[in-house]
């Protein structure tokens, strides 16, 4: 039961360094996304997906890249890491076949500091 | 104003108590709403959805006030394992595929 798969589970960057957070579901969930949970504020969506080959814009996506070529599969890069992107990241899937997210499955998180 | 809004909390309330709290939303469009349960760095989970007559799942009640905009949680006889922080999630209305999420109310539940 893996459910959704997020590493690392902690990274600590550079700022100028570039990574690649990996989130992988087994649920066969059309819908994907990448969240950013900051103290005192409620989570952020960075990109989202309803299915291969397709992505969008979530709230604050400046800073950030997501591909989305097979079903499984939705890593979040961080093109040049900022100390403002300090963060824990969530990737988190749902079903979405019905026009809306509907429930979301949650990795454990990815606790990233950039210095 | 913010388009979720919470009470940050912490509630602090005995064990077996009645605690109910509120999420207000600013959209009146928006169509969908839920909570999640956060326990501590750890990862949201689904409480329960909020329908528009209301919904009950054991101990937990969720209600929907549509002509004051707030989603209500209300949980009885609470429990220690209630101890979390309670997630009000509303859809985006220009977009079924997003979310938007309150910063968190946090619940202690003492012995």
């Known amino acids: 039961n893996a459910g959704v798969t997020q590493t690392p589970k902690f990274q600590v960057l550079k700022t100028g360094q570039s990574m690649t957070l990996q989130c992988a579901q087994d649920?066969?969930?059309?819908?994907m996304s990448w969240y950013r949970q900051d103290p005192g504020m409620g989570l952020r969506l960075i990109h989202y997906?309803?299915?291969?080959?397709?992505?969008d814009q979530g709230e604050v996506p400046n800073g950030y890249n997501v591909s989305r070529s097979t079903t499984e599969d939705f890593p979040l890069r961080l093109l040049s890491a900022a100390p403002s992107q300090t963060s824990v990241y969530f990737c988190?899937?749902?079903?979405?076949?019905?026009?809306?997210?509907?429930?979301?499955?949650f990795g454990e998180g990815s606790r990233l500091t950039v210095l | 104003r913010k388009e979720v809004e919470q009470d940050p909390g912490p509630f602090n309330v005995p064990e077996g108590a009645t605690v109910a709290f509120n999420c207000t939303y600013s959209?009146?469009?928006?169509?969908?709403f839920f909570w999640y349960r956060q326990d501590c760095r750890k990862e949201p989970k689904l409480l329960m959805s909020?329908?528009?007559?209301?919904n009950e799942d054991g101990r937990f009640t969720a209600q929907l006030n549509r002509a004051s905009q707030y989603i209500s949680l209300l949980i009885r006889d609470s429990k220690l394992s209630d101890s979390a922080t309670y997630l009000c999630?509303?859809?985006?209305?220009?977009?079924?595929?997003?979310?938007?999420w309150g910063a968190g109310t946090k619940l202690i539940i003492k012995p």
């Open positions: 988190a899937s749902s079903y979405g076949d019905r026009g809306w997210v509907g429930e979301l499955f």
């Open positions: 649920m066969n969930h059309e819908y």
């Open positions: 997906s309803v299915g291969a080959g397709i992505t």
């Open positions: 959209n009146s469009a928006s169509q969908s």
């Open positions: 909020v329908y528009s007559s209301g």
């Open positions: 999630v509303v859809n985006r209305p220009d977009s079924n595929y997003q979310l938007i």
